[in-house]
């Protein structure tokens, strides 16, 4: 694009052509990670902002190199100590079915149950509990009682919010808690998600009390999750995460 720019020289006029600068937003390294920090400090909602593919993907790759820092230099030493003091060892098994599950269906599943709702009231309060308890108990009958309980509070909540009038500032008065209390929110399902992987591993010598210590890469990868949902959707956690697993399987396999 181009501007004119008109100049009076010797009583004619000559036209400049000088360059307009692109409005087209840039990615800036320092400034990713200073804003993922204040994320990390106070996480809100915020807005999806639409971005160019290439700084979609410079964001995922960058968030995708702050976990391979965050593995190599704290998850990893975490887990050398663990295998001493516990005797951590992990429960996993790298054929090729399970290596095709975690890298490619594991991330879409536990994107939808931890970070899906991040975004909605109603997916975080009912939504969201439900696939929880499906996807990490090991009872039916408990599993049964939470879906009954909380699928009675949604009933319940459906029917209050058709009984009261439109204008009525009590419709907006859940929406605007959820923003308020939105960190809670935020870390609730991230620990979920790191707590939920403590099935991986097991204790050789029964000091089962400090594995909870082995899931710091979850919990890690959990809050670039997070984040990365929050800024540019769904589709980019699930490609962020599917990277993460092919990340961790190929550690796995290279350090075992």
């Given amino acids: 694009m181009v501007q004119q720019c008109s100049e009076e020289i010797s009583g004619d006029s000559v036209v400049k052509e000088l360059p307009v600068r692109s409005t ?7 400034q990713e990670w200073h804003e ?20 979609g993907w410079r964001r995922i790759l960058f968030l995708l ?29 790298f054929n090729v079915r399970n290596m095709f599950l975690a890298v490619l269906v594991a991330p879409i599943i536990e994107e939808l149950i931890f970070r899906a709702g991040l975004r909605r009231v109603g997916y975080s309060l009912f939504v969201g509990p439900v696939l929880l308890s499906l996807y990490c108990a090991q009872s039916f009958t408990l599993i049964a009682i939470v879906a009954g309980v909380i699928l009675l509070a949604a009933v319940v909540d459906k029917i209050l919010m058709r ?14 808690a959820f923003i308020r209390h939105y960190p809670y929110v935020f870390w ?10 403590l099935a991986n591993f097991y204790s050789t010598n029964d000091r089962d009390y ?22 540019q959707g769904l589709a980019s956690s699930v490609i962020l995460h599917c990277l993460h697993n092919s990340l961790f399987v190929t550690l796995l396999i290279m350090f075992n």
């Avoid at 993922?36 to 700084?55: C, I, T």
């Avoid at 190199?65 to 098994?93: R, S």
Wanted: glycine share 10%.
């Fill in 24 to 30: 087209k937003p840039s990615f800036v390294w320092r």
């Fill in 36 to 55: 993922l920090l204040a994320f990390l400090r106070k996480p809100q909602r915020g807005r999806g902002v639409s971005v160019p593919l290439s700084h």
């Fill in 65 to 93: 190199g702050v976990d391979l820092c965050f593995v190599l230099l704290v998850a990893t030493p975490i887990n050398a100590i663990l295998e001493h003091w516990a005797g951590l060892e992990d429960k996993l098994d």
């Fill in 163 to 176: 009984r009261t009038p439109v204008g009525n500032g009590r419709r907006f008065a859940r929406g605007r």
């Fill in 188 to 197: 609730f399902y991230t620990v979920c998600f790191g707590l939920a992987h």
């Fill in 210 to 231: 400090l594995l909870v210590f082995a899931i710091s890469a979850q919990l890690g990868v959990g809050c670039l999750l997070g984040y990365l949902r929050l800024r």
